[in-house]
Every structure is written in C-alpha cells, then in structure tokens.
C-alpha cells in the first residue's frame, strides 16, 4: 500500500525556536495533505489543509502565521512551528488522501511528537 | 457538519472476552466514509477499515468485524476473543466525498485487555 513518511518523528526544542516538520507521500501524487494534531489523551484535530499551488486553508483557532505550511510538491508538505513555545507540544501527525473515483483512501504517517522545554 | 461519537471513554477486559467498540456518526451527506484506527502507544495510527456509505455488508477480519448500520448511523467495532496486544486507543473517523477528504475523528475508546 502506499506509505506516508514524516520526519522527524522526535524533536525536542527550546521555547522560542522554530521547527519544521515534513510530510512525504512516498509512492503516490497528493495535491492535498492534512495536518493534524493531537494533545495526550485527546483526539486527533485537524489543523490545516495543505495544498499544492497554493495556500494552506487553517481550521478555526489556527494561527497560520505560527503554523506555516508550505507544499513544496506533489510529494511533499512541510509545518514549521514558528517560535515554540511549551503548550505546542503535541503529537503532529500528517495524512495524504488518494482518490480515484469514489474511493477514499487515507494514508497517514507516522506522526512526530514535539516537545517545546 | 460532521460528527462522530464515541460515548466509552476506556474499556477494561480479560483476555479471551469479547468486547464492542461504539460509533456514532453524524452526517447530511449522502456519500461518506467511514474508518477505524488502532493506535498503540508508539503513537503511529494502524488502519483497520475503510467502509463507504453505500456499502453496508458487514466485515469480518480474523478476529476483528464490524457492523454497519446506517438506520441508527453506527458502524460498530467487535473483537473477538481479546488478546493483549488489543490494547490501545481505537478511534471511530468519518470523511466526505464532498469537500476536501479530511477526517473528522471520534475522541477514542482506549482499550485495555488485562491477561
């Protein structure tokens, strides 16, 4: 099936840095990636829909000028968490749709946990 | 809009029970998507089904099924003879054809099967 990497997949920073993030659709064209975010025992948010040729559309509550996404390609999504700070640390996980027809099929990579010291 | 529910926060069994994971699911389109995740503590999200709207068959998978009833808008989660490596957070997601494909997730059902 096809594979979604993201990397890293840890990283631990000091508050007020910037951490980017990368989400690549190994096997397949994704002109749409999801970015999603998870708090410890909560569910998995969404927080932005990547599109390639043009800009990131953010969910309600999303700061896009601390969440910037850039989709370089067709293959490749990147989060830069700009100026950290503690209460960014989360899980950040990325997903890739594939259609065809009706199908929906959804791969997601293995997700990076970020923690902001 | 969207909405999924899972109403059971945390699910202990002994090894060897069977043990039902609910999913309620909310929407007004007519074609939609409808998935479950297993994610273990290592965080990595395991697919274990994907079923569209117009297919309400239900699946077996091993020791895994589900049912699909889109009279009552469930799409129940059954394991059968609990192990152990069960354990885990299972989460309940549905999609929309129209739109841009997102998943809208349940809060999850964490799962312990005790030995």
């Known amino acids: 099936g096809a594979v979604v990497s993201q990397h890293p997949s840890r990283v631990i920073c000091k508050s007020g840095t910037s951490v980017k993030i990368e989400c690549r659709s190994l096997?397949?064209?994704?002109?749409?990636m999801f970015w999603y975010r998870q708090f410890p025992k909560q569910s998995l948010m969404l927080m932005a829909t990547s599109n390639e040729g043009s800009k990131a559309t953010y969910e309600q509550g999303v700061e896009k000028d601390k969440f910037l996404i850039n989709h370089a390609s067709l293959t490749l999504s990147t989060l830069t968490v700009t100026s950290a700070h503690p209460e960014d640390s989360s899980f950040y996980i990325c997903s890739a749709p594939r259609l065809a027809g009706t199908s929906n099929e959804q791969f997601f990579g293995p997700g990076t946990r970020l923690t902001v010291l | 809009a969207q909405k999924v529910t899972q109403a059971q926060t945390e699910i202990s069994v002994v090894e060897k029970e069977d043990v039902t994971l609910d999913c309620v699911y909310e929407t007004r389109d007519t074609t939609y998507y409808l998935f479950w995740y297993k994610q273990p503590p290592s965080g990595e999200l395991v697919f274990l089904i994907r079923?569209?709207?117009?297919?309400?068959q239900n699946e077996i998978s091993g020791r895994y099924s589900w049912n699909f009833q889109k009279s009552t808008s469930s799409f129940n989660f059954t394991i059968t003879a609990s192990q152990v490596v069960d354990s885990a957070v299972y989460f309940c997601?549905?999609?929309?054809?129209?739109?841009?494909?997102?998943?809208?997730f349940g809060t999850g059902t964490r799962l312990t099967v005790i030995p």
């Open positions: 079923r569209n709207s117009f297919d309400e």
């Open positions: 096997d397949f064209q994704a002109t749409t």
């Open positions: 997601a549905l999609s929309v054809l129209k739109g841009a494909n997102n998943l809208f």
